[in-house]
């Protein structure tokens, strides 16, 4: 696909980074402000999708990046079951044990596991978001040939 | 309040009619974004501000893929005539309609009013969860601890799903 104008161009690249900020913003504070995991890997998947979106497909180098979601967002799923099943290991035997000490509350670094979790699921939302996006322009391409 | 929220899905219910019977595809799909948009503020006014940022991101994503899926093909929508099937299938619908309309009439006269009271088990999350869990955010408390099957099964739910999309939509595979 082609993208547009020079002047949407310069705007989203300016624009997409703090948009990228604010998602890993939301999803580090999601044990003290509202938000989390899933909203903010869904406002990071926003960025990438609005920079494909204005730079067309040639920018992004569409083949590999998706490869690489693929690895990313099985690799995050399966850390997000690994920090579950080392709750077994430490303290209590208790699937999705809190073993991480709790700090105090209201602290950056505070609650345990949670942030961790908060961290992974982001991640994997934000991957898995942008590649069903990126799998119709791939698609919309090939159908065209 | 409950005049607010009861004008704002008034306006949800005009969006979802006119987006059936828009003649332009591209109207319809603007009218879906009504009925989404209006949720994000009903989310606001409940005091549900996870909710109202999740629902407002996802519902921008997919504004713009459906828009996107609108110019790429027709904006026209193609009309069919009613036959003998389709008036079954009418009475059909209006019939299941009332009766639905009916026991949640039934049903309304035994709950409570919404966002009155907390159940029992509500009770046990909200006493002290803060020094249970360690998070000054409670719903991050309840869904990633008290919870953690959930989020888990949601985490393998969207996997899943993107695993049939990758399925369906790669023409030639990997070389």
């Known amino acids: 696909m082609k993208g547009m104008t020079l002047i949407v161009k310069k705007t989203t690249q300016l624009i997409a980074g703090m948009i990228f900020m604010y998602g890993i913003y939301v999803i580090v504070h999601g044990h003290l402000t509202p938000g989390g995991g899933f909203a903010g890997g869904v406002v990071i998947a926003g960025s990438l999708i609005l920079i494909t979106l204005s730079n067309g497909g040639d920018f992004m180098k569409l083949i590999k990046e998706e490869s690489g979601t693929t690895i990313i967002e099985s690799l995050a799923t399966i850390l997000v079951i690994l920090v579950a099943v080392s709750g077994f290991i430490f303290g209590t035997k208790i699937f999705f044990n809190n073993f991480l000490p709790k700090g105090i509350v209201g602290h950056l670094v505070s609650a345990g596991v949670l942030p961790l979790y908060n961290i992974f699921v982001g991640t994997e939302v934000a991957a898995s978001i942008f590649i069903i996006f990126l799998s119709l322009i791939i698609f919309k391409e090939e159908s065209k040939e | ?175």
């Open chain 2, 1 to 175: 309040m409950d005049l607010t929220i009861s004008i704002i899905v008034g306006f949800m219910i005009f969006g979802a009619l006119y987006a059936i019977h828009a003649r332009d595809l591209l109207s319809s799909v603007i009218a879906c974004g009504l009925v989404g948009y209006s949720l994000v503020i009903c989310f606001l006014l409940l005091k549900a501000p996870d909710l109202a940022i999740v629902q407002i991101v996802v519902d921008t994503i997919t504004l713009i893929i459906m828009v996107a899926v609108v110019l790429d093909s027709s904006r026209e929508e193609s009309y069919l005539k009613l036959d003998t099937q389709g008036y079954i299938s009418a009475v059909t619908a209006i019939f299941l309609g009332l009766l639905l309309l009916y026991f949640y009439t039934v049903s309304i006269q035994s709950l409570d009013v919404l966002g009155k009271s907390s159940l029992r088990m509500a009770k046990h999350y909200i006493e002290g969860a803060a020094q249970k869990t360690g998070s000054a955010n409670l719903v991050t408390g309840v869904v990633f601890d008290f919870r953690g099957y959930d989020t888990m099964g949601e985490a393998v739910v969207l996997v899943t799903a993107v695993l049939g999309v990758l399925t369906i939509l790669r023409l030639r595979g990997k070389k």
